[in-house]
């Protein structure tokens, strides 16, 4: 059964400051990747994808991908406290499988 | 913008009652998902339909039962709540059951049992 571990499981970073969120999956056959954010009282959304090898920029959202390595992160430019939230890494095999969560808290 | 809809946001019930919890999406999906989040905040699929037929049934007691009268409703009856199911349900939507699609959450219906 697939693993998914995330680290750290909390982060406090400074407004303006660079977040950075890691994940690891114990399953070679993970091809599709997903960073989710879930603010306090709300269901988890998605924010971004990624499915291919290197790096996948979305604004302030930069997205990692090493398939040969199992890894993922997910790097936050400019953090805003509504930034503040528990997010999620997430991989597909034949379901999707959580990661274990990273909270991060923006100090303004 | 909300497009998975989930009723009550709330629900506090006493050990052995029987409590259903409501989900419809908007969103055209043909599959949708039941997952539980516990107090450590994980995430855990429990069942899975794609266009009203179950297609994941994963390890939960059998008085977890899901309900689906077409694919944009998936409801979630549990019969005799133990208080190890307090939790917040979350129902999800996806395109399709391809392994590329997207989930999409609702916000939630949180269960407290007494």
């Known amino acids: 059964q697939q693993k998914v571990q995330q680290s750290p499981e909390s982060l406090i970073v400074p407004e303006g400051g660079m977040a950075s969120l890691n994940c690891t999956f114990s399953d070679r056959n993970s091809q599709y990747f997903w960073w989710y954010r879930q603010h306090s009282g709300e269901g988890p959304k998605a924010l971004m994808s990624i499915f291919s090898n290197g790096d996948k920029k979305e604004g302030r959202f930069t997205a990692h991908l090493n398939k040969a390595s199992l890894y993922v992160s997910l790097h936050i430019k400019d953090s805003q406290p509504s930034d503040s939230a528990l997010y999620f890494c997430?991989?597909?095999?034949?379901?999707?499988?959580f990661g274990t969560g990273t909270r991060l808290q923006v100090s303004p | 913008e909300t497009a998975v809809f989930q009723t009550p946001n709330y629900h506090v019930t006493q050990v052995g009652n029987e409590v259903s919890f409501n989900c419809k999406q908007t969103l055209g999906h043909d599959t949708m998902y039941w997952y539980k989040q516990d107090s450590k905040k994980l995430l855990k699929i429990m069942f899975s339909y794609n266009n009203k037929q179950l297609i994941v049934n994963e390890t939960v007691p059998r008085r977890f039962s899901p309900q689906s009268s077409d694919k944009a409703h998936l409801n979630l009856r549990i019969k005799s709540v133990e208080p190890e199911d307090s939790a917040v349900y979350l129902c999800?939507?996806?395109?399709?059951?391809?392994?590329?699609?997207?989930?999409?959450f609702g916000p939630g219906t949180r269960l407290l049992v007494l």
């Open positions: 999800a939507s996806s395109r399709d059951w391809g392994a590329q699609d997207t989930q999409y």
């Open positions: 997430a991989g597909n095999t034949d379901k999707v499988v």
